[in-house]
């Protein structure tokens, strides 16, 4: 017999594939980014970039003057948004990605997305489907900073 928190719906999971449709689309909440995430995120990956570590070279040398932060943490953040709510639980695996940046995003700024379903093409094996994406990226000001096409693997029901 089962207890009865089993059957209880789970709060922060993911969409099945079946729960979308092509044109739905989301936006995630605001996240500020720190200086501790630009340290951690340089630290964890390797990226002692000059304009990322040094704010005096960044400002005499950079093309772009302040605290920038690498656009990977930028996707790296949405992405963890996304990982939370979305696709908590139903994502499978992330088959493809194009990316481009199209602001610098800095230290300070505040980044969040918008998710718009352009494709869903059920497979052959196990209920899942291939779910397309477009992620685009904005600051604090509503300006567009970053926007990717992704590719993922969903489950169904």
Known sequence: MASEHQTLPTLGRGFYWQDLKVGQKFKTYRRTITEADLVGFINCTGMLEAIFIDAEYSSRFGAVKGRVVPA?????????????????????????????????VFVGDSVWATVEVTGIKPTSKMGRAVVNSQIDVFNQTDELVLKYD????????
């Open 72 to 104: 990977a943490l930028t996707y790296g953040l949405i992405e963890g948004m996304l990982f939370q709510t979305m696709i908590q639980g139903t994502g499978l695996a992330m088959l493809e990605v194009h990316k481009k940046a199209i602001n610098p």
């Open 150 to 157: 992704i590719v993922r693997l969903l489950s169904g029901r």
